[in-house]
């Protein structure tokens, strides 16, 4: 189902401006509503500010849209399609972000649900957000002599090369 399916679905109004602000919105890429607004004026010059901030607002209302904290602690929005339940694995440096396959996670889940046991408290909901340096950074700080972790210094996610 895509963005717009989804939307109708849900019973959001899709007026002509809302269906360009729609398709406008980066794929794979956090953004702020600011910037998205002023790339949009570009090609729409009568499109308002608060058109943008209202519809995207309506978006994460519906649960297309999430708000993601940025490495540097500044919120964006990313479009998200995920199932119910997922986690994002963020690039610390350039700020990319994926929306990472949940399997190899089951037993984090259920940990976590024990632990909520333990203390006598219902499940509870968790907020997990894994940071890294994704390879394309990863490649730009190996050319530039960058030195990779010391030894001895836990790998951020144990397992990946
Ligand atoms: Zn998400
Ligand atoms: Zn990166
Ligand atoms: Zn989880």
Same mark, same amino acid.
């Given at each position: ?80 399609? #995920? ?8 690039? $610390? +440096? =350039? &700020? ?5 396959? @949940?399997? *190899? ?26 940071? #890294? ?8 700080? $190996? +050319? =530039? &002599? ?5 030894? @001895?210094? *836990? ?7």
């Amino acid at each position: 189902m895509d963005v717009l399916e989804r939307l109708r679905a849900q019973g959001v109004r899709l007026t002509g401006s809302r269906c360009r602000l729609i398709a406008g919105i980066p794929r794979d890429t956090p953004f702020r509503a600011e910037d998205l607004w002023k790339a949009l004026r570009a090609r729409d010059p009568r499109l308002g500010r608060a058109t943008v901030f209202r519809t995207l607002a309506v978006l994460q209302q519906v649960g297309v849209l999430e708000r993601v904290q940025r490495p540097d602690g500044s919120w964006c929005y990313r479009l998200c399609m #995920g199932a119910a339940h997922h986690h994002h694995l963020t690039c $610390a +440096a =350039c &700020g990319r972000d994926e929306v990472v396959d @949940g399997t *190899p996670l089951a037993d984090l889940e259920a940990a976590l649900g024990r632990v909520a046991a333990a203390y006598g408290y219902e499940p509870a909901r968790h907020d997990i957000r894994l940071l #890294g340096r994704c390879p394309t950074c990863a490649r730009a700080a $190996a +050319a =530039c &002599g960058v030195q990779p972790p010391e030894p @001895g210094e *836990p790998p951020l996610f144990p397992g990946r090369p």
